[in-house]
């Protein structure tokens, strides 16, 4: 069955940048994305940002103006720019999507999860 695939997070000093990708196991399929969310330890998942297929997207007031949430041209990616980040955003992160492939329509795929760690 067709995954969701994360990479990009890691370790970072505070006020630096990570990129966080995601991909449809199967590379001939297409997202229709829904966002990003996180979870800290100890704490709820949350939402990040919301992306469309055509790239409209909505941020949680912490993130605003430092994270960019966008879809590859190709619509098989999809992406979270990280940048000027705190201590505070170290989470574990997951990317949520719609995937689509040869016809088939495989709803509300979550990634496996990547971890960011934000050193102060």
């Known amino acids: 069955q067709v995954q969701l695939v994360e990479s990009g997070g890691g370790l970072v000093q505070a006020g630096g940048s990570l990129r966080l990708s995601c991909a449809a196991s199967e590379s001939i399929a297409s997202l229709n994305p829904i966002g990003w969310y996180r979870q800290a330890p100890g704490k709820q998942r949350e939402l990040v940002a919301t992306i469309s297929r055509s790239g409209s997207t909505n941020y949680a007031d912490s993130v605003k103006g430092r994270f960019s949430a966008t879809i590859a041209n190709a619509k098989n990616t999809m992406y979270l720019q990280m940048n000027s980040l705190k201590p505070e955003d170290t989470a574990v992160y997951y990317c949520?999507?719609?995937?689509?492939?040869?016809?088939?329509?495989?709803?509300?795929?979550w990634g496996q999860g990547t971890q960011v760690t934000v050193s102060s």
């Open positions: 949520n999507a719609h995937v689509i492939l040869r016809g088939t329509f495989y709803p509300d795929k």
